[in-house]
């Protein structure tokens, strides 16, 4: 999955350079080790302030703008993460998602001067544990968009996150139909393949 999340990513044409954010424990090692054998960079920070954990490694990379992904999605929309960024750039935002995406493909664009920011305004655990948050519940502070999709796109009841056995065995049944090879498929061609009555079949 871990691979499978840097590839799609190093596939979107705005992105230089992929780092995989773990932490510091000894039971990480394995998740810093895949990272590299994949060919990301890592960076280890604290367990549960993820934001001092982002503001490092943007310390230590220097990006103008973070695009921030998580590894439980492996079916990020590869075009999104492209779309974000322009976005962000041309209209000169902070920070820029995609909304109506399925649950599970979206990634969302900051800058780092707005991460900095975030960094010093976050004191709640809740705010130093989800990145963004506190972009999100404080909108008026920030230049912010969310923007629509293509409407192939646009199916918010679709799952494609893993959080639980059940997610993983779905999602490996679409990653089966449609193998990767030298070039990451598209979202929309995984969307085709979903029908109503998949997850069922696969989860009974």
């Not at 490092?56 to 492209?82: Q, Y």
């Not at 130093?128 to 999100?136: A, C, N, P, Q």
């Not at 999709?149 to 918010?156: D, N």
Request: glycine residues 4%.
């Amino acid at each position: 999955m871990l691979a499978r999340s840097i590839d799609r990513l190093r596939a979107a044409q705005v992105v230089d350079r992929v780092v995989v954010l773990t932490t510091r424990l000894a039971e990480d090692e394995q998740v810093a080790d895949e990272a590299r054998r994949a060919g990301a960079d890592v960076y280890r920070g604290p367990v549960l302030d993820v934001l001092t954990r982002f503001r490092g490694a943007s310390e230590a990379f220097a990006p103008e703008v973070i695009v921030r992904a998580t590894a439980d999605n492996p079916l990020i929309d590869i075009g999104s993460v492209d779309r974000v960024v322009c976005a962000l750039r041309e209209a000169k935002l902070d920070w820029c998602i995609e909304g109506d995406l399925p649950v599970g493909a979206a990634t969302e664009a900051l800058t780092a001067v707005a991460l900095e920011e975030v960094d010093r305004k976050a004191v709640t655990v809740r705010h130093r544990e989800h990145v963004t948050l506190y972009i999100k519940e404080h909108p008026e502070e920030f230049r912010t968009a969310i923007l629509h999709p293509p409407a192939a796109l646009r199916r918010p009841d679709i799952r494609l996150t893993v959080d639980t056995p059940e997610d993983f065995i779905y999602v490996e049944s679409l990653v089966r139909c449609l193998p990767e090879e030298q070039c990451p498929a598209a979202l929309v061609k995984y969307l085709s393949l979903v029908k109503p009555h998949l997850r069922a079949a696969v989860l009974g």
